[in-house]
């Protein structure tokens, strides 16, 4: 971490203790300690920052025996005295005139309010708001009432808001699902839209599209209303607690997405890499770029790259629906019960081992792996071949690399510093590259 | 700052968020955003403190490489071979590096706030006061303590506030307390002889009850002193005193500053109290301290060096200073002055002092002309060019000395609080900034 992207990172902590935590603070005790961490994190920021451009301080002007010698009253000869006295000065100006200048600065860093842009995105939008959208969206339902808004935290890089209604035919439960101003991932709801609707259609366990606005001005980004559906978030990227009848309704909801006939579905060449020869490369290809243009350049991603295109030629050019972002984590269940498959903005076509890989590592500590490709397989999905799978392995860290190293991009480049971008660029992206560090050493000494 | 001095800083700000300030969220997008604060904080730590033993790196692929492979350049077999080699060698090595980074990650982590900083506060139930009371006064079998408020704050002493009820009815009482590791040295058993000699003479201090030497409640010495109304009228840096308070203010000090220290036996009993000159004593004693302990530093030989050369232009008063002289230690009731607190370090030694110490605050207040027209016409004495320059970089010097101190236990591990870090790595640069602007101004006269 250098000293630029420190300094930016105490910012962007600096900011959001400012912003978001110090409002939500109730107690004395709380709110002085949080003054501390600001004002240690505005010192902290400011002395990287100026470390190089301050210069460094001057050497003493008086020499260890020469203080030492005043310390014992030893008077040195006027001669000498007005030398010392000279030499204090001077020093004393430059040094006088290095520190004003990180202490101006300091000043001014304390003075940051919220002004930074943010993406953030989680500003409250008020209920009267979201009653007066529905009824001039819906006229034939002017009756429809928002009587509970819920913004629910998070999302990397599309927010969520749960809307309670009361509408002419009863109550209502919707949820927005909807772009951020500043996108990580570069897609928009209105791709994923029609994809959902064919799945929504072919009886896959999704909830139920009920709109896209497009309209970016309404809240700041294009959303879908969806019908909520019942059951909780099954895991997150990195731990699940699902029971294995879960897991194996979740294979069997795999096998049926990935026996999507495409085409029939009217989907086909909507899909990302729908139309491509051979969709793998094409995806390996436009991920290559993304990686040259948007992350900074590292060595392991490199060498997974490279790794990938020497073993494109053991994948077959399959073009199937695929989920992209196959976790738990955008699984919801209600014990045993699958009730949805979420965030399809990642979805494309191509190899469906994609989808079986993406979670694996997740999924046999709750099902061993077998169990998993059997209930897959019942409900009509095909087998993989280990190849397949390390392909896969690989690819699912270079892809989330790539996202997240766009982050780090954006980070670094200035584009935008809320501390959201900072956690995933300087955090999410190193444990990626460790992941994938670890993947690449397995299956390239075997 | 170094890489490992950021890090540590940064594990300080890591457990304040964890300790104090996560427990008191409500609301769902504070608590997700400290989470994200918290896990960047953890990252950057770790970073910070492998980055000064990196280890060398494989050398990678060369990107001409990876874009043969991308144009679908079909590398021959023989080839193809040696990349994927290069590849798996290079996959190890990073697998090492990163592996290494996270496990260290992990640990930084979980890793808890070490327990008995001083950001602990003091807890101590009052049947334990209550038995220590009625043992201290036998007459009175029924007295009882009712509350005990922990007063935050203090650098190096706890206070606590009794609630009694006795025999002559309620009572508040102020527990003065050592802390077991003490910031600046001083007990308070130093400061009751003080603080009954400036009770006994009239000036606005609390009335010092009793010394109790070595107590089992507190663990240390403690002073009780009856309770004074009003709150504290500022900050080292800062006030909103009104210009009569500030007035009021000089008049105290002119109070004090007149105290006779020999007659009232207290000059025996005060710090530089029997030196021949008390000024040269002070700084002595503090440049010895420097040279013992703490690191050197440019500035703080040239302001030594440049307080000796004029300490002749110094004389040798002996008056009682406060020491702490600012009006963070005064207590405001209504307006007006109610007491003068914090005397554990008051010594022997030149009125002017004091006088500097408070005079950047009051002067946001109060004109200094008027201020020590007040300070005069209650006795006190006018201040000569000399010694004002003297003694405003004695101020900062002193202050900047006190702080480098403290960054001394950080840095040692003493105390890893973020109170202590807040002291050692903000406030210092401060006072060595306010220094070095004393210094520059009074060196070019």
Same mark, same amino acid.
């Given at each position: 971490?250098?000293?630029?992207?420190?300094?930016?990172?105490?910012?962007?902590?600096?900011?959001?203790?400012?912003?978001?935590?110090?409002?939500?603070?109730?107690?004395?005790?709380?709110?002085?300690?949080?003054?501390?961490?600001?004002?240690?994190?505005?010192?902290?920021?400011?002395?990287?920052?100026?470390?190089?451009?301050?210069?460094?301080?001057?050497?003493?002007?008086?020499?260890?025996?020469?203080?030492?010698?005043?310390?014992?009253?030893?008077?040195?000869?006027?001669?000498?005295?007005?030398?010392?006295? &000279? $030499?204090?000065?001077?020093?004393?100006?430059?040094?006088? !005139?290095?520190?004003?200048? /990180?202490? %101006?600065?300091? *000043?001014? #860093?304390?003075?940051?309010?919220?002004?930074?842009?943010?993406?953030?995105?989680?500003?409250?939008?008020?209920?009267?708001?979201?009653?007066?959208?529905?009824?001039?969206?819906?006229?034939?339902?002017?009756?429809?009432?928002?009587?509970?808004?819920?913004?629910?935290?998070?999302?990397?890089?599309?927010?969520?808001?749960?809307?309670?209604?009361?509408?002419?035919?009863?109550?209502?439960?919707?949820?927005?699902?909807?772009?951020?101003?500043?996108?990580?991932?570069?897609?928009?709801?209105?791709?994923?839209?029609?994809?959902?609707?064919?799945?929504?259609?072919?009886?896959?366990?999704?909830?139920?599209?009920?709109?896209?606005?497009?309209?970016?001005?309404?809240?700041?980004?294009?959303?879908?209303?969806?019908?909520?559906?019942? &059951? $909780?978030?099954?895991?997150?990227?990195?731990?699940?607690? !699902?029971?294995?009848?879960? /897991?194996? %309704?979740?294979? *069997?909801? #795999?096998?049926?997405?990935?026996?999507?006939?495409?085409?029939?579905?009217?989907?086909?060449?909507?899909?990302?890499?729908?139309?491509?020869?051979?969709?793998?490369?094409?995806?390996?290809?436009?991920?290559?770029?993304?990686?040259?243009?948007?992350?900074?350049?590292?060595?392991?991603?490199?060498?997974?790259?490279?790794?990938?295109?020497?073993?494109?030629?053991?994948?077959?050019?399959?073009?199937?629906?695929?989920?992209?972002?196959?976790?738990?984590?955008?699984?919801?269940?209600?014990?045993?019960?699958?009730?949805?498959?979420?965030?399809?903005?990642?979805?494309?076509?191509?190899?469906?081992?994609?989808?079986?890989?993406?979670?694996?590592?997740?999924?046999?500590?709750?099902?061993?792996?077998?169990?998993?490709?059997?209930?897959? $397989?019942?409900?009509?999905?095909?087998?993989?071949?280990?190849?397949?799978?390390?392909?896969?392995?690989?690819?699912?860290?270079? #892809?989330?690399?790539?996202?997240?190293?766009?982050?780090?991009?954006?980070?670094?480049?200035?584009?935008?510093?809320?501390?959201?971008?900072?956690?995933?660029?300087?955090?999410?992206?190193?444990?990626?590259?460790?992941?994938?560090?670890?993947?690449?050493?397995?299956?390239?000494?075997? | 700052?170094?890489?490992?001095?950021?890090?540590?800083?940064?594990?300080?700000?890591?457990?304040?968020?964890?300790?104090?300030?996560?427990?008191?969220?409500?609301?769902?997008?504070?608590?997700?955003?400290?989470?994200?604060?918290?896990?960047?904080?953890?990252?950057?730590?770790?970073?910070?403190?492998?980055?000064?033993?990196?280890?060398?790196?494989?050398?990678?692929?060369?990107?001409?490489?990876?874009?043969?492979?991308?144009?679908?350049?079909?590398?021959?077999?023989?080839?193809?071979?040696?990349?994927?080699?290069?590849?798996?060698?290079?996959?190890?090595?990073?697998?090492?590096?990163?592996?290494?980074?996270?496990?260290?990650?992990?640990?930084?982590?979980?890793?808890?706030?070490?327990?008995?900083?001083?950001?602990?506060?003091?807890?101590?139930?009052?049947?334990?006061?209550?038995?220590?009371?009625?043992?201290?006064?036998?007459?009175?079998?029924?007295?009882?303590?009712?509350?005990?408020?922990?007063?935050?704050?203090?650098?190096?002493?706890?206070?606590?506030?009794?609630?009694?009820?006795?025999?002559?009815?309620?009572?508040?009482?102020?527990?003065?307390?050592?802390?077991?590791?003490?910031?600046?040295?001083?007990?308070?058993?130093?400061?009751?002889?003080?603080?009954?000699?400036?009770?006994?003479?009239?000036?606005?201090?609390?009335?010092?009850?009793?010394?109790?030497?070595?107590?089992?409640?507190?663990?240390?010495?403690?002073?009780?002193?009856?309770?004074?109304?009003?709150?504290?009228?500022?900050?080292?840096?800062?006030?909103?005193?009104?210009?009569?308070?500030?007035?009021?203010?000089?008049?105290?000090?002119?109070?004090?500053?007149?105290?006779?220290?020999?007659?009232?036996?207290?000059?025996?009993?005060?710090?530089?109290?029997?030196?021949?000159?008390?000024?040269?004593?002070?700084?002595?004693?503090?440049?010895?301290?420097?040279?013992?302990?703490?690191?050197?530093?440019?500035?703080?030989?040239?302001?030594?060096?440049?307080?000796?050369?004029?300490?002749?232009?110094?004389?040798?008063?002996?008056?009682?200073?406060?020491?702490?002289?600012?009006?963070?230690?005064?207590?405001?009731?209504?307006?007006?002055?109610?007491?003068?607190?914090?005397?554990?370090?008051?010594?022997?030694?030149?009125?002017?002092?004091?006088?500097?110490?408070?005079?950047?605050?009051?002067?946001?207040?109060?004109?200094?002309?008027?201020?020590?027209?007040?300070?005069?016409?209650?006795?006190?004495?006018?201040?000569?060019?000399?010694?004002?320059?003297?003694?405003?970089?004695?101020?900062?010097?002193?202050?900047?000395?006190?702080?480098?101190?403290?960054?001394?236990?950080?840095?040692?591990?003493?105390?890893?609080?973020?109170?202590?870090?807040?002291?050692?790595?903000?406030?210092?640069?401060?006072?060595?900034?306010?220094?070095?602007?004393?210094?520059?101004?009074?060196?070019?006269?």
């Amino acid at each position: 971490m250098d000293s630029k992207v420190l300094t930016e990172a105490l910012r962007s902590l600096l900011l959001a203790v400012r912003q978001d935590i110090k409002p939500d603070l109730s107690s004395a005790q709380a709110q002085s300690r949080a003054d501390m961490i600001d004002m240690v994190l505005a010192r902290l920021a400011t002395e990287v920052d100026v470390a190089g451009s301050a210069g460094d301080p001057a050497p003493s002007p008086v020499s260890k025996e020469e203080l030492d010698a005043l310390h014992k009253a030893v008077a040195p000869d006027i001669n000498k005295e007005a030398e010392l006295h &000279g $030499k204090i000065a001077t020093f004393a100006a430059a040094e006088q !005139a290095r520190r004003s200048a /990180i202490e %101006n600065r300091l *000043a001014e #860093l304390s003075k940051v309010a919220a002004v930074e842009e943010q993406s953030s995105d989680n500003k409250p939008l008020p209920k009267e708001f979201f009653t007066e959208y529905l009824r001039k969206k819906f006229p034939e339902k002017a009756a429809t009432e928002v009587t509970k808004v819920t913004v629910i935290p998070g999302g990397r890089s599309k927010g969520t808001i749960l809307l309670d209604l009361e509408g002419p035919d009863g109550p209502d439960a919707i949820v927005i699902r909807r772009d951020f101003s500043v996108n990580t991932t570069g897609v928009s709801v209105t791709y994923e839209y029609p994809i959902i609707e064919a799945l929504f259609k072919a009886g896959v366990a999704v909830p139920e599209p009920r709109w896209l606005e497009e309209d970016t001005s309404v809240i700041g980004g294009a959303f879908i209303g969806f019908s909520r559906i019942p &059951g $909780k978030a099954m895991g997150t990227l990195f731990q699940s607690d !699902a029971p294995p009848g879960f /897991i194996k %309704n979740f294979a *069997a909801t #795999l096998a049926r997405m990935h026996a999507l006939d495409i085409d029939k579905a009217g989907i086909g060449d909507k899909l990302k890499w729908g139309s491509a020869e051979h969709p793998v490369r094409a995806m390996l290809d436009d991920y290559y770029q993304d990686y040259i243009n948007d992350v900074p350049p590292t060595a392991i991603m490199d060498a997974a790259f490279a790794w990938l295109y020497l073993q494109l030629d053991k994948i077959g050019n399959q073009r199937t629906l695929v989920h992209g972002d196959a976790g738990l984590h955008n699984t919801m269940g209600d014990g045993d019960t699958f009730t949805g498959m979420l965030d399809w903005e990642f979805s494309h076509a191509g190899d469906p081992a994609e989808d079986l890989t993406y979670h694996k590592h997740l999924i046999e500590k709750l099902l061993p792996w077998d169990e998993f490709m059997a209930a897959y $397989k019942a409900n009509g999905g095909q087998d993989v071949s280990e190849i397949r799978l390390q392909f896969f392995t690989i690819w699912r860290s270079v #892809l989330l690399g790539v996202m997240m190293g766009r982050a780090t991009n954006m980070f670094y480049k200035g584009i935008n510093h809320d501390l959201r971008i900072a956690t995933i660029g300087l955090n999410s992206f190193p444990r990626i590259m460790n992941d994938l560090a670890r993947e690449l050493a397995r299956f390239t000494q075997a | 700052m170094n890489a490992q001095e950021t890090a540590e800083l940064l594990q300080s700000l890591l457990f304040a968020l964890r300790d104090d300030v996560k427990p008191d969220l409500t609301s769902a997008n504070a608590r997700h955003r400290a989470e994200l604060i918290d896990m960047l904080l953890v990252r950057m730590a770790t970073e910070l403190e492998s980055s000064e033993n990196k280890g060398d790196a494989t050398p990678a692929l060369s990107p001409q490489l990876v874009d043969n492979l991308v144009s679908a350049k079909a590398a021959d077999v023989y080839q193809q071979a040696q990349v994927e080699k290069t590849i798996s060698a290079f996959a190890a090595s990073e697998k090492k590096r990163l592996n290494n980074l996270e496990a260290r990650l992990a640990e930084i982590s979980a890793r808890q706030a070490a327990t008995g900083g001083s950001g602990e506060e003091l807890h101590i139930p009052k049947e334990q006061f209550t038995a220590y009371l009625r043992k201290r006064f036998p007459d009175d079998p029924d007295l009882e303590v009712s509350a005990i408020t922990v007063i935050p704050g203090g650098r190096s002493k706890g206070t606590l506030l009794l609630n009694t009820r006795g025999k002559d009815g309620t009572r508040e009482i102020v527990i003065r307390l050592d802390f077991s590791s003490m910031v600046t040295g001083v007990s308070v058993a130093y400061e009751f002889p003080v603080a009954t000699a400036l009770y006994e003479a009239g000036v606005p201090v609390p009335e010092p009850l009793w010394l109790e030497e070595k107590s089992d409640i507190t663990g240390g010495a403690f002073v009780a002193y009856a309770k004074v109304p009003g709150s504290a009228m500022g900050t080292l840096f800062g006030t909103d005193a009104s210009p009569e308070f500030a007035k009021e203010y000089a008049r105290v000090l002119a109070q004090v500053h007149s105290i006779d220290v020999v007659q009232t036996g207290l000059s025996s009993k005060l710090t530089w109290g029997n030196a021949d000159n008390p000024a040269r004593a002070m700084v002595n004693s503090f440049y010895e301290r420097y040279r013992r302990e703490l690191p050197r530093l440019p500035l703080l030989d040239t302001a030594f060096a440049w307080l000796y050369l004029q300490l002749d232009k110094i004389g040798n008063r002996r008056a009682l200073v406060h020491g702490d002289a600012g009006l963070h230690n005064t207590l405001g009731d209504e307006g007006k002055l109610s007491a003068l607190l914090d005397w554990e370090l008051a010594h022997a030694g030149h009125p002017a002092e004091d006088l500097c110490y408070c005079k950047q605050v009051v002067e946001s207040v109060l004109p200094w002309e008027e201020f020590m027209r007040a300070y005069q016409d209650a006795g006190g004495c006018a201040l000569s060019q000399g010694e004002m320059a003297f003694f405003s970089v004695w101020r900062s010097l002193q202050l900047a000395i006190q702080c480098l101190g403290t960054r001394q236990m950080f840095t040692s591990g003493l105390d890893k609080d973020l109170r202590i870090a807040a002291i050692g790595y903000n406030t210092l640069p401060k006072f060595l900034n306010m220094l070095a602007t004393d210094l520059a101004t009074f060196s070019a006269r």
